[in-house]
């Protein structure tokens, strides 16, 4: 089978396509032959070696992660509940972009036959997250949410889910009118561009001075700093990616807090493990919402496995909108 490999850390040159023996799956493990595997921001600061998470420990040679769609090709010893040709969905953080892929069975999600692939790469992880940090955020129909980065592969989900749910107003951010555009589309009250000097003031202007109910921030750096600030009493904001290289945490004073704000992250993997009957139960709803058309999974473009130095290039020119495929 073919495998893209990193020996070294770069630019996308440095993944270079080697072929190698379809591995096994191990006990607790599934093994997935791949249709669908998606490109994320996340992965270009891995390949660079700049992803700011703890859980990342490369070491050499390096399969990049993702979210993977496909078929069972196999379960290791103790594995219950899927059998080979199951159609499944997983995230892995490791070894994504492969024509096979080992993961954890106990990330192994059920993907609707009709699904087409590419669509269905929003299950294992834009899907949970955007759920997951509105869940975590505690939305209450009528709250405001701010959502940064709309336009993205996470936060174009997040936009429709908040509309779902109640929230109101949905203020998205992006950095470009096409982007803004979109995210009116998918249902935001409210667009701005947080490239531009005096967003905040636009954000505010748009809760009539009271301040957001609720800001998803997977952006960092200033946009988290200035997003404090912007916050309601009993506010809350969810921080879970650094895509603007903010990746020094901001200043913020213990005064800020006492006027009853609430900073906290999100971690999809932690999620999983502390909330599983409500990851379980977002994951129904959207499959469900993905089938019937009711949530929209824009993807931008997609790519051939060999391909995978173009769509990481089409990643960090930030022109894109939705999601970056890869197809075996």
Known sequence: MRVIRIR????????????????????????????????????????????PAPMWRPEFPIVL??????????????????????????????????????????????????????????LPSPGPIGTGTLGTANLRPGESVLVHAASGGIGHLSVQWAKAHGAGP?????????????????????????????????????????????????IGGDVLRQGVGLLAPFGRLVFYGSAG????????????????????????????????KEYLANHEELAAGLADGTIRHAVHATYPLEEVGRAHEEIESRAHIGRIVLLP
Not at 75 to 82: E, M, S, Y
Not at 88 to 111: C, M, R
Not at 180 to 209: I, N, P, Q
Request: glycine residues 14%.
């Open 8 to 51: 070294e850390f770069g630019g996308p040159e440095v993944m270079r396509v080697e072929e190698t023996p379809v591995p096994q799956p191990g006990p607790g493990e599934v093994l997935i032959a791949a249709e669908a595997i998606s490109v994320g921001f996340a992965q270009t600061q891995m390949r660079r070696n700049i992803f």
């Open 65 to 122: 992660g993702g979210d993977v769609i496909g078929r069972v090709a196999g379960v290791g010893a103790g594995v219950t509940g899927f059998r080979e040709g199951d159609r499944v969905g997983a995230f892995t953080l490791h070894g994504a972009y492969a024509d096979y892929v080992v993961v954890d069975a106990a990330t192994v999600l059920p993907v609707p036959e009709g699904l087409d692939a590419a669509q269905a790469t929003a």
């Open 170 to 218: 949905v203020i998205a951010t992006a950095s470009s009118a096409e982007k803004l555009d979109f995210a009116r589309a998918l249902g935001a009250d409210v667009v701005v561009d947080y490239s531009r000097e005096g967003w905040a003031d636009e954000v505010r202007e748009a809760t009539g001075g009271a301040g957001v109910d609720i800001i998803l921030d997977s």
């Open 245 to 276: 290289g903010g990746l020094e945490i901001p200043r913020i004073s213990p005064m800020e807090l006492i006027e009853m704000k609430f900073i906290t992250g999100f971690a999809l993997s932690r999620w999983r493990a502390a909330r599983p």
